[in-house]
């Protein structure tokens, strides 16, 4: 394997044994193609641009606007279900990535993001405010302002990919993008080198650099360093770019990374990184707070913080209440069971790189989570597209061409749910405690790797937080919701 031929780049590699959904017959073939990516991008696109189109000139109800229908029902179900079962598809097929490619076509940009800025607290932010504008905004139940935040963000990516190389707002300042990347840690599949004998050999390091028009990775990710998910958009350049055929999209076990203390290309050591740590945390805490969003005990919550701050305006009740949820409870948290683990295991070591290191522990429980919520709304709100599409299909003259425009759903009954209700309740209980169940391994492996006579000392901590955590996201699933995004919410 490691003679001179088989690093020929007609030569592709053989050594993976795994199944690569690369080197499969038609899906294979189609993401080697140059323009997949494009392909995928564009009715994504279209739709996003019917999405404004809905949201800014369609009535403003939300279930019947595809502006709220698609944006808060089926995008975030489908972003959550693929990377439960793939990994992130969602960067790979990103509508807003195709008039930045575009542009680029024209606009070379020359400046270079600084180096003070290399960080995620940017995105962190970002990704708390898009959390914080849904609640304060409603923005599952307002089309307008959905409309408005789809055109911000094709604004905000076209400035910031426009004026500054490789991709800035993928990496540092995309919401979704982080989301994404923290959530891809658990999913089955990754973007890696078959054959890591093969990139030893190699010379021209393409994957990285770019080859002729081909670039390399935007992302800073190196194939022959790269370890798992983090950052990685799936955007396939490494493959198109790489001569020896040596990239392919792997399986692997799902949340091993977790533990992994490799350095990573582009990344460093996760035990190094406490903004991605931050991010892991924001991202298994954020999901609980989003589901407190929707259950009633919230208004009560409210009141009470409206009191104490002596206000009825909801902006400084729901700020108060986003610091507590995702500053003073993950640090008071982290910290206590950091402290513990210390004392029982006798840990050395600051409390920061503990907390940081065990946060990535969270991920599971997190993605669980956000898994039980995001397909609460698909499932039970698939079929909302039919009558927010027929509206805009009347409005545009549909009938004019002899279709149906008359009648909810293009005269078609509306369907139900997509599976009976009550499976609902056991669907979603199976993803928290499976969720909170990888959560419990990775804190052990990292418990084993830290204190390998007192592993027990050392897991039972944060045995304890992710127990409590657990609980907060059972009694949360017990209390009524709100159904955002489905025609019950009217
Ligand atoms: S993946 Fe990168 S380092 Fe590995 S063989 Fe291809 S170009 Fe070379
Ligand atoms: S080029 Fe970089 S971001 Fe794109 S799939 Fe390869 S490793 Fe991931």
């Given at each position: 394997m490691t003679t001179q031929t088989t690093l020929s780049p007609s030569t592709p590699s053989s050594a993976s044994t795994s199944v690569d959904l690369m080197a499969l017959p038609g899906l294979g073939r189609f993401l080697r193609w140059r323009h997949a990516r494009t392909t995928l991008q564009v009715p994504l696109t279209l739709i996003a641009l019917l999405m404004v189109l809905d949201g800014l000139?369609?009535?403003?109800r939300a279930s019947g606007n595809l502006a709220t229908v698609l944006a808060w029902v089926h995008y975030r179900g489908l972003i959550i279900l693929a990377l439960l079962v793939a990994g992130n598809l969602f960067c790979l097929a990103c509508p807003f990535m195709l008039p930045r490619n575009l542009l680029r076509r024209f606009l070379r940009p020359t400046w270079v993001w600084p180096r003070r800025l290399r960080h995620k607290g940017m995105g962190i932010l970002l990704l708390v405010l898009l959390l914080f504008a849904y609640e304060l905004f409603d923005l599952w139940a307002t089309p307008w302002w959905t409309a408005w935040l789809v055109v911000a963000y094709f604004v905000i990516l076209l400035l910031v990919d426009g004026l500054f190389r490789g991709a800035p707002f993928c990496k540092y300042l995309c919401p979704i993008g982080q989301f994404n990347f923290v959530a891809s840690l658990?999913?089955?599949?990754e973007v890696r080198a078959r054959d890591p004998q093969v990139c030893a050999d190699c010379?021209?390091?393409?994957?990285?650099?770019?080859?002729g028009k081909q670039r390399g990775c935007e992302l800073g990710l190196f194939q022959a360093r790269k370890v798992g998910n983090?950052?990685?958009?799936?955007?396939?350049d490494c493959v198109h770019a790489c001569p020896y055929d040596n990239v392919g999209i792997l399986p692997r076990l799902?949340?091993?990374?977790?533990w992994s203390g490799l350095w990573r290309s582009g990344i460093g050591r996760f035990s190094r990184r406490p903004d991605l740590a931050a991010l892991a945390a924001v991202f298994t805490f954020g999901a609980l707070l989003n589901a407190f969003?929707?259950?009633?005990?919230i208004y009560t919550v409210e009141a009470w913080l409206g009191n104490l701050l002596g206000t009825r305006s909801e902006a400084p009740v729901l700020g108060l209440l986003f610091i507590i949820a995702l500053v003073v409870e993950p640090v008071l948290l982290l910290g206590l069971a950091g402290g513990l683990a210390r004392r029982w295991?006798?840990?050395?070591?600051?409390l920061l790189p503990l907390m940081t290191r065990y946060a990535y522990a969270l991920v599971p429980l997190g993605f669980g989570i956000w898994l039980a919520h995001y397909s609460f709304h698909f499932l039970t709100?698939?079929?909302?597209?039919l009558p927010a599409l027929h509206g805009l299909w009347a409005r545009l003259g549909?009938?004019?061409?002899?279709?149906p425009s008359q009648g909810a759903n293009f005269g078609l009954p509306y369907p139900g749910p997509l599976?009976?209700?009550?499976w609902l309740f056991p669907l979603e209980l199976g993803f928290i405690v499976l969720g909170w169940v990888g959560s419990l391994l990775v804190a052990y492996r990292l418990a084993a790797q830290d204190a390998p006579q007192r592993t027990w000392q050392a897991f039972l901590p944060w045995a304890g937080l992710l127990l409590l955590l657990l609980l907060a996201a059972l009694w949360l699933m017990g209390q009524p919701m709100e159904m955002r995004g489905t025609p019950m919410m009217g």
């Open positions: 000139q369609g009535p403003q658990v999913s089955p599949l010379r021209t390091k393409d994957c990285i650099r770019g080859r983090m950052d990685c958009t799936f955007c396939l799902p949340a091993s990374e977790l969003g929707m259950v009633s005990p295991a006798g840990l050395r070591g600051g709100g698939f079929w909302t597209f549909g009938a004019s061409v002899g279709l599976i009976p209700m009550d």
